[in-house]
Every structure is written in C-alpha cells, then in structure tokens.
C-alpha cells in the first residue's frame, strides 16, 4: 500500500542560556566579566531521496525533535551546538504546516531541502554586554526557543499524464499494455486502490513519458464518495489528462463523461483547465462503434477509439498525450504561487530572511554540504566567477565569514562536496 500523507510534529532545540559569570584571580576579585553565549540549538529539516519511495516511515505520526543547545559556561567557554536532524522523504513530497495551510515545500527534485523548524539562537553571555560603560555587566541572555509545528506531508507522484475515468472503463489495462508496469485488473469496480506510474516508450523507441493509473472516479468523488478524490493530488503535476470513457454500453458515455469532469473541477486544483485526451475505450464491444459516434457528435470533438484486445488506437493516444505534454507547461500545485529555485535546487528554509545568520549549513547527506543564506547568496550573486580572481575573491568572502570553520564544526571532511548556489567545490582541511 503507497503511503502518500502523513502528519508529525517538529521540534526544534532551544538555544543555551549566555552565562553570567567574572574571572577570579587571586587579588582581583573582579577582574572582568567572562560567561560564554549558548550554544544553538538543532534544526529539523526534511531531504528528498530518490530511494525513499513512500511516507511509510511518517505514517505513525511522531514527533521529531532536535536536541537544545548546551549553555554557555565561564572562562568564555561557548556552550556546544546541537546537531540538526535531517528526515528523508521521497522525490515529490511536498510540504504544508498544518495549522494554517501555509505551503511550505515541494521537494520535487533528489536533494531539494527544507527547514521544518529553526533551532534558537544560543543566548549571550555576560562577556559578550561588556563596554566601556559596562564593565562588570551582570546581564546574560537566556537561549532563543526552539519552534514546535505540525508539518502535513504529502507525495505528489511525478507522472507526465494521468489516467482518469469511471471504475473498469480499462485504465490499468491501458497501462499494462503501454508500459512494463503489471497493475491487477478485473471486471469489478475500484480494483485500482492507490495510484500505479508506468514509463512509457514511444514506437521511435526515444521519447518517453511517465502516465499515472489513478482508481476510478464516480460522481460525488470530491465529498468522498467510492475512493474520494484524495488521490488526485497525484495527478496534480500532470501536464496532461487521458479521459478513458467505455462504450460496451452499460453506462451512458455523455453522462460519465461530464460526471468525470465535474468532480476534477471541484478537487480544486484547476485540474479541469488540463487538456484532456479522450478515449474511447473497449471498442471491441457490440455496438461501440455508434456509440463513440453518438458521443463524439453529442460532445463535439473527435475521442480515439482503443481496444486492449486489438490493439486498436493505443498508439495514436500515446502519440497525442505525448505532443500534448511537449506544449503544455507545468501547472502549480494546489495552494502554491511561486518558488525560488536556486541552482537548480530547492533550499527552503523558512527562517532565511532573518539577518542573525549571514549564512546556514545544510547537510542533505553524509558527504555533501550546502551553503545557503540570504546574506551570502545575495553577494554570491555579485561575484563574477568567470575569472580566478571571481574565484578568489569568493573565496576570500567565505573564509571571512567563517564559513570554514562552520564546515569543519558540522564535521565536514576532506574531499567532501560543497555547494552555494550553483558554485560547487571540495572542501579541504
Ligand atoms: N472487451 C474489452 N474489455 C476490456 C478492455 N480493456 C479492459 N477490459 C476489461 O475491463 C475490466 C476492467 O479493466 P481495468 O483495467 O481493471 O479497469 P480500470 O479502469 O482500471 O478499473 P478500476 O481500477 O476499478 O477503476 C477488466 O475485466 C478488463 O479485462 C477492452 O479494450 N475490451
Ligand atoms: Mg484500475
């Protein structure tokens, strides 16, 4: 069974308390003020991974939590960083926070990234309030707080086209025949529970196209009736719809058909402005003929007429889906306006705008370091690369930033990968 939501509960760690504390030395009871700043506490982010391929490990919805900083200490001593905690989901899940809805990701790509919930900022220490005002401030500051949040997970497949239409109009075996896929099919409705992809290879042997067998619809699918619509969200990112209507003459094709069509535009997500392929399908059926011509006159278009057992049309569908996905452009996911896409990779990180951090250091995976920040990827922007003194000069910019000591803090390694926007270098120790 494809898990396709889950619901869990962040959190993130609180920052250490900053420590109030003055260096004692023999005959200077008061030499000056020496407690260190809190550590930062641990951030929850969530990685798509290409071998991660359901929500299974999120069904029983838990709680996933960072560690808190450690607090400051005397002798400046800063108190120790939590780690951050990084959860792998699958290519196509996308992200809401649940109490407002808010969209919050879509982790479409292997490595896209999202922060979930900001650890806090370690508080400052006494020493750090010290001026020449101030010189024996008694003043520490406690740790930011950590975030707690309820995140909604949801997979998205990545299917090019979509199969719809009412239950055992031949869906799944439209896809068994046009792909290496091997979907159950029977004579009774709602054989197909949850979603089935199939690549599909064109006569040419080059072009190919991902389609998507969804279970049957049926009128009232939006307020849950048979399956519900829940599983459209699957066909959110399809560019192309293949609308299989059944002439063996046991339901009324105009009727269906518009049915089907209604209940894609209540789902909500403009799936009734996708173009559509209509099918015709089990032409091999007594009387199919007249009643794809009655259909095709009633509605005023041209639908193809297939037949599994013959063969008949399957190419000319694949043929017109795969035109169609080559002209039609993507549509946004339910809920979703726009989206920064930063060399070539989604980073989103909820907390970037604000300018305590000039820059953050994300580990999607053992080897592989992404640098990211508004501060920095604003002046990464500026830099012109085509040159060794660009190069150089970036170079420089990071290493002032302490971005090196940061690597290294995170336990970066040798050899490993390091990434800034579309920048990407080996670290070296
Ligand atoms: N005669 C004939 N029967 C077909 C054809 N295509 C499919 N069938 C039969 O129709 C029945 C339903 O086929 P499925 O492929 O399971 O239909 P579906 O649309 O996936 O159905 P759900 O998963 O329930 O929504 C099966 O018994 C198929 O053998 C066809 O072209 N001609
Ligand atoms: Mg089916």
Redesign the pocket.
Known sequence: MLIDRAVIEVRSGNGGNGAISFLREKNMPKAGPDGGNGGRGGSVYLVAKGDVNTLLAYRHSRLIAAMDGEKGDKKMRYGRSADDVYCDVPVGTVVYEEASGAFMADLSHEGDIVCLAKGGRGGRGNAAYKSSRLKAPKIAENGFPGERKRIVLELKLLADAGLI??????????LNIVSKANVP????????LTPNLGVVTLKDGVHQFVLA?M??LIEGAHEGKGLGITFLRHIERCRVLVH?ISM?GERDPVEDFNIINAELRDYGAKLELRPQVVVA?????EGAEERKAAFDKALGIESIG????TDDGVDEVLNKTYELITKTPLFPLKGVEEEEVIGGLKVYDAHLDKKEDPFVILRPSEHKFIITGEEVTKKYALINLSTDAGVAQLIAYLQRLGVDEALREKGAKDGDLVQLCDFEFEYIE
Do not use: I
């Not at 239409?165 to 439209?174: A, D, N």
């Not at 099919?185 to 197909?192: E, G, I, K, R, V």
């Not at 399908?281 to 059926?285: A, V």
């Open positions: 239409g009412f239950p055992s109009v031949g869906k799944s075996t439209f099919t029977a004579d009774y409705p709602f054989t197909t067998d279970p049957g299989m063996d399908t089990k032409m091999d059926c297939v037949s599994a057992l």
